[in-house]
Antibody, heavy 124, light 107 residues
C-alpha cells in the first residue's frame, strides 16, 4: 500500500527558502521506474506541476519556475524533498507530493498516489 | 508547452443524467489522464492511459479520445460524482501540465 505525507513550515516570510519533505511508504525510490513529483494548488485554483525525481536520480523542474526549485531524495529513509528559493505571496498554496509512474504501453507518466497536502503561506 | 483547455468550466447535472467533460490539448498528446478532487481533499487518479479506470472507479465513468481531443463521460450521474475533475498530459518538455478543471455540481 503506497502512502505519502508532506511536511513543511506552514508559514514563512517573503524572500525566504521553502523546504518541504515527502515521507512515503509502500515503494522505494531506489527501485527501477519509481518517481516522486511535487504539485501545488493555490486555494480555489488549479494544479501546477513543480518538479519530479526518479529512482536513478534524474530530476525535472517546471521551467516556469526557472532555477528556484531543487528536488532531492533520501532513499534510505524513504523521503523526497523540495526546496523553493526566494518565495513570495504567489507561492502560497497547498503542496502535494505524488508517486509517479509510467504507462506500460507508451512513454507517458502520471500520478497514481497523492499525499494529503501541506498548506504553505508566504506572508510578512 | 502543451496547454490543456477543459470545457465546460462548471456544469450542473441531475442524478441519472449523462455528463461529458472535454479536454483539448494545444498539440497532440499520447494519453490523457483524469483526476477527481473533492473539496478539502487531495486529487485522486480517476482515469489513466485515456480510457482505463483507476482502481475503485465505478464503471459508469469512461474516458476516450486521441490526438488533441479527449473526454470524460459519466453515463448516469450520481450524487457522489459531484467534484472537480482535472485532465493531465505528459510531454517530453516541459513534462506535465494540467487543465484548469471542471467543477461538476449536483442540480
Amino acid at each position: 500500500q503506497v502512502t505519502l505525507k508532506e511536511s513543511g513550515p506552514g508559514i514563512l516570510q517573503p524572500s525566504h527558502t521553502l523546504s518541504l519533505t515527502c515521507s512515503f511508504s509502500g515503494f522505494s525510490l531506489s527501485t527501477y521506474g519509481m518517481g516522486v513529483s511535487w504539485i501545488r494548488q493555490p486555494s480555489g485554483k488549479g494544479l501546477e506541476w513543480l518538479a519530479s525525481i526518479w529512482w536513478n536520480g534524474n530530476t525535472y523542474n517546471n521551467p516556469s519556475l526557472k532555477s528556484r526549485l531543487t528536488v532531492s531524495k533520501d532513499t534510505s529513509n524513504n523521503q523526497a524533498f523540495l526546496k523553493v528559493t526566494s518565495v513570495d505571496t504567489a507561492d502560497t498554496a497547498t503542496y502535494y507530493c505524488a508517486h509517479t509512474r509510467s504507462s506500460t504501453t507508451r512513454p507517458s507518466y502520471y500520478f497514481d498516489y497523492w499525499g494529503q497536502g501541506v498548506m504553505v503561506t508566504v506572508s510578512s | 508547452e502543451i496547454v490543456l483547455t477543459q470545457s465546460p468550466t462548471t456544469i450542473a447535472a441531475s442524478p441519472g443524467e449523462k455528463v461529458t467533460i472535454t479536454c483539448r490539448a494545444s498539440s497532440s498528446v499520447s494519453y490523457m489522464y483524469w483526476y477527481q478532487q473533492k473539496s478539502g481533499a487531495s486529487p485522486k487518479l480517476w482515469i489513466y492511459d485515456t480510457s482505463k479506470l483507476a482502481s475503485g472507479v465505478p464503471n459508469r465513468f469512461s474516458g476516450s479520445g486521441s490526438g488533441t481531443s479527449y473526454s470524460l463521460t459519466i453515463n448516469t450521474m450520481e450524487t457522489e460524482d459531484a467534484a472537480t475533475y482535472y485532465c493531465q498530459q505528459w510531454s517530453s518538455t516541459p513534462k506535465w501540465t494540467f487543465g484548469g478543471g471542471t467543477k461538476l455540481e449536483l442540480k
